[in-house]
């Protein structure tokens, strides 16, 4: 098991980011959670298997078809055992 933090960062809020994002980690069996930022970002925190957290990880490159992606940011944190995905 891993733990994931990504921001999300470009035309992220408004194109139901955060809903598709759920629908993917729970396809993929991750928990966590995904919420917007101020500054227009999204932020994830997702725990998992790490072959399946990479998923998600590509997966948020690309987003929704009304996303434009410009950068996503990684890091490694600390376990904290969710019990579902959810949004924030």
Known sequence: ???????????VQGVFFRAFTKEEA???G????????????VYIEAEGEE???KKLIKWCHKGPI????????VSAGSLKNYND???L
């Open 51 to 53: 072959n399946k957290l």
């Open 26 to 28: 729970e396809n993929l």
């Open 30 to 41: 991750l928990t966590g959670y995904v919420t917007n930022y101020d500054d227009g970002s």
């Open 66 to 73: 009304f996303a434009k992606v410009e950068k996503v940011e």
């Open 1 to 11: 098991m891993k733990h994931f933090n990504l921001k999300v960062v470009g035309r």
């Open 85 to 87: 995905f959810s949004i």
